[in-house]
């Protein structure tokens, strides 16, 4: 199979469960994805839409109260939902790697940066110190760090921010992974510096063949930076595709809603666009589409059933009623009825 | 046991000023610290100081006076116990007892301690609920009574002592390290380390146990005074360090007879031996914990 994804989602569900078993939270609801080798694949949501729950559970690095209920995770032929703990960890920082939301606090105040841009590499690969050095300072220097035989020796607090952030993003390829997950890698800095390193990002991410997952809930990122777009909502992915076709026309009323309220400098409108309504709470969601509420097409159906995930055209999903053939007809027909 | 209620309070912020002192030498215990570098030389160099034979006396010497009272001579600078032994002798050989029990213990019951507690807030879940609710009862035991009732059991002898004490107060330091370990595994670099593909074990010696050492060392600092008067009230009671080798405690014990009939110096001279390095190492203590807070020092 040459052209098979690298890691590719089947129905995953994660759950949340309260202690007594009472309250359980749907954080991942049988999401299907897939991203090929060299790809970017931007994940968007609402604060609490399950992305990050999401990269946790690519991670297998979940909290305790979160369990995996059910589906596949196939990364390099293999199901990482089958492997045991000794048998993760082998692949965590080695085989994918993660960039947490914080990159400001990954670092271990105690620890020369070079002791920890080498911790993995002698971790995964037993290297001797002296070579996993030498390695750590070929990384400094692939992330922009000037002059990393200074810099291995200091510690983080005589870093700056931007720094650091690229520090943990030299610690993240350190092992050369396949797939790099970066979870909000760049709320935490200024603009300048933002700009910097999702430049440093894909650079790393050509040079390397990498595929990075990008979490952000920054629509005008995606557009910089990615080829494919999942959008979240409420543990579901609601639409996912290619990022030039979704932005030129979504399918997906939420998607629609959600690039409708990125501010725009063209606008003369003096409010901002918002949408409307609360996110559903994850524990007890609406029998029917969990966007249906706040939703400015639902009709009967939505509120009733849930809506399958449908393929829209090549490489591209939703799942909407509206996006199911002969069901527009239908909506118009209520839609009208009802005026 | 004001002592350990101590412990567990946490320390008052002191005003901002104080801080920027800090940092310098300033406020530093000088003096509790020359008693302790004191005490600490003579136990080492004990074999060159002392002047008599601190086990062996002459009993046509007994009961002799310090030198400044009528009847002392300066032969036997602090006087002679009942069995015509030297006193600053056995004071001098006594500190390296208290020295030695004193660190020793403080070890032992720290890398216990700080291994369980590392264990049980890293690892949580039942063995968290396993290692506290062995804790608690451990605390439940009043310390002291426990430490007869283990003395008892082993016979008294010093390293007995060293081991007793350890078991006795091991969880002190549980306690505090895995508090400071629950909130050092919600850190950042400790999930960054998880998703590097570390080990646990690797996480809790790597990442965690550098970030509390600081505050084994404080806590060490402070159980010093509790080890060392412990030690003297086992050895007091006769279940400690066994005579005739030279305790304080045991020294206080022998002298508590002749108090009565104004034999002042058996029992003062070691009590303010005892005092002044419980108190030397209480407030060194204290200053260290101080200095070394991580909320006050925030890197």
Known sequence: MPNAPLLELENLSTHYVSAQGTRVVRAVDDVSLRIHAGETLGIVGESGSGKSTLALTIMRVLPPAARIVSGKMMFEGEDLLQKSDEEMQKVRGRRMAMILQDPMASLNPLFTIGNQVAEPIRVHEGAPRAAAWSRARELLRSVRIPSPETRVKQYPHEMSGGMRQRIVGA?????????????????????????????????????????????THNLGIVAKMCDQLAVMYAGRVVEQGPVSRIFS???????????????????????????????????????????????????????VEAPPEVAIDEGRTARCWLAVPGVEAEATAMRSNVA | MSTSAEILTLPSRPPRFAFIRGLRLSGFPLIPTVILVGIAFVAVFANQLAPHNPEIGSLAARFKPPFWETGGSMKYLLGTDQLGRDVL?????????SMVVGITAVLFAGVVGTTLGIISGYLGGWVDQLIMRLTDTWLALPALTFAIF??????????????????????????????????????EFVRLAIVAGCSKWTIMRRHILPNVINSAVVLGTLMLGVVIITEATLSFLGIGVPPPQPAWGLMLSDGKQSLMVGRWWLTIFPGCAIMLMVLSANILGDWLRVKLDPQLRQL
């Open chain 1, 171 to 215: 610690i993240g390829i350190s092992c050369e992974p396949r797939l790099l997950i970066a979870d909000e890698p760049t709320t935490s800095l200024d603009l300048t510096i933002q700009a910097q390193y999702l430049n440093l990002l894909r650079d790393l991410q050509r040079a390397h063949g990498l595929a990075l997952i990008f979490i």
């Open chain 1, 249 to 303: 026309a979504p399918a997906h009323p939420y998607t629609k809603a959600l690039l409708g309220s990125i501010p725009r400098m063209t606008d003369n409108r003096e409010h901002l666009t918002a949408i409307e309504g609360q996110p559903p709470d994850l524990s007890s969601l609406p029998p029917g589409c969990a966007f249906a509420p706040r939703c400015p097409m639902a009709f009967a159906r939505c509120r």
């Open chain 2, 150 to 187: 283990l003395a008892a059991i082993v016979g008294p002898s010093m390293w007995n002592i060293v081991i007793i004490l350890g078991i006795t107060y091991w969880t002190r330091y549980a306690r505090v390290i895995r508090g400071e370990v629950l909130s050092l595994k919600e850190r």
């Open chain 2, 89 to 97: 002798s056995r004071l001098i050989f006594g500190a390296r007892v």
